[in-house]
């Protein structure tokens, strides 16, 4: 049983499909074209995440993102379902300057879970995120969630889009929980913050219990702006990632 809310609308049919699919969606009632969600509630400013990239679709902020490759850039399929022209802003805190500006060539969607590969047009240089294995995380672990979307309640969230990356910290409840397309998903609860409008498709981080380094271990994909988010397990998707991307 779905008891999240999508993390992101699409304009025309394709958000009318899945607000159809979801128990309740958090489309603003104001903005329905340029919806953008989940957002992060609480948590603070990130200071340190050179592989994040924010999403925009038809040069309106729309999710968030990161690089994995030279020339890859991991998502949440809800994000890239619908027609438009993808572009990216990697390697800035600042979604509305620095960084690289590239526009997505190629969009792969996972077929089942909440996940999908936007391939660039051209190559960027950066700190690729790196992305965790089957041991990476862990119930009651704590981990970290990154994202740019609004950072209210109390208003049209489009009004309330975080210009800074946002990070939270949540703890992990179960690693065998369900994203917004039935795939595999790790299910977190708030600590000092939690997802929900313009972090769709952003990144879990979590310091692996195996061999502590910091690996990215989720998708955003669903959250119920309150106290629960969850987010498709990189982990269990890898064989489908080094397909395309080579990581």
């Not at 975080?162 to 949540?170: F, Q």
């Not at 913050?193 to 380094?213: L, Q």
């Given at each position: 049983m779905?008891?999240?809310r999508?993390?992101?609308a699409v304009?025309?049919?394709?958000?009318?499909l899945?607000?159809?699919?979801a128990?309740?969606t958090?489309?603003?009632?104001?903005?329905?074209?340029?919806?953008?969600?989940?957002?992060?509630?609480?948590?603070?400013?990130?200071?340190?995440a050179?592989?994040?990239a924010?999403?925009?679709?038809?040069?309106q902020?729309?999710?968030?993102?990161t690089?994995?490759?030279?020339?890859?850039i991991?998502?949440?399929?809800?994000?890239?379902a619908?027609?438009?022209?993808?572009?990216?802003?990697?390697?800035?805190?600042?979604q509305?300057?620095?960084?690289?500006?590239?526009?997505?060539t190629?969009?792969?969607?996972?077929?089942?879970?909440?996940?999908?590969?936007?391939?660039?047009?051209?190559?960027?240089?950066?700190?690729?995120?790196?992305?965790?294995t089957t041991?990476a995380?862990?119930n009651?672990?704590?981990?970290?969630?990154f994202?740019?979307?609004?950072?209210?309640t109390?208003?049209?969230?489009?009004?309330?889009q975080s210009?800074?990356?946002?990070?939270?910290?949540?703890?992990?409840t179960?690693?065998?929980?369900?994203?917004?397309?039935?795939?595999?998903?790790i299910?977190?609860t708030?600590?000092?913050?939690?997802a929900?409008?313009?972090?769709?498709?952003?990144?879990?981080?979590?310091?692996?219990?195996?061999?502590?380094r910091?690996?990215?271990?989720?998708?955003?994909?669903?959250?119920?702006?309150?106290?629960?988010?969850?987010?498709?397990?990189?982990?269990?998707?890898r064989?489908?990632?080094?397909?395309?991307?080579?990581v």
């Amino acid at each position: 049983m779905r008891l999240n809310r999508a993390l992101t609308a699409v304009a025309g049919a394709a958000t009318a499909l899945l607000s159809a699919l979801a128990l309740t969606t958090l489309a603003p009632a104001a903005a329905q074209a340029q919806d953008v969600q989940p957002y992060i509630i609480g948590g603070g400013n990130a200071s340190n995440a050179p592989w994040a990239a924010r999403l925009f679709r038809n040069g309106q902020q729309n999710c968030s993102a990161t690089i994995i490759a030279a020339r890859w850039i991991l998502t949440a399929q809800h994000c890239v379902a619908g027609s438009g022209t993808y572009t990216f802003r990697v390697g800035s805190l600042d979604q509305t300057t620095g960084g690289t500006l590239v526009t997505a060539t190629r969009i792969i969607q996972h077929p089942s879970a909440d996940l999908a590969l936007a391939q660039i047009d051209r190559s960027v240089t950066a700190t690729y995120a790196p992305l965790g294995t089957t041991s990476a995380v862990a119930n009651g672990q704590t981990v970290q969630l990154f994202g740019w979307g609004a950072t209210c309640t109390n208003q049209p969230e489009i009004n309330c889009q975080s210009r800074y990356l946002k990070v939270a910290n949540t703890r992990v409840t179960n690693v065998n929980g369900r994203d917004y397309r039935g795939g595999i998903a790790i299910s977190v609860t708030r600590i000092n913050g939690i997802a929900a409008g313009g972090d769709s498709g952003g990144p879990m981080f979590a310091t692996s219990p195996v061999d502590g380094r910091y690996y990215q271990v989720g998708v955003a994909s669903t959250s119920d702006r309150s106290t629960t988010s969850n987010y498709t397990a990189v982990t269990r998707y890898r064989d489908w990632i080094r397909s395309y991307a080579g990581v």
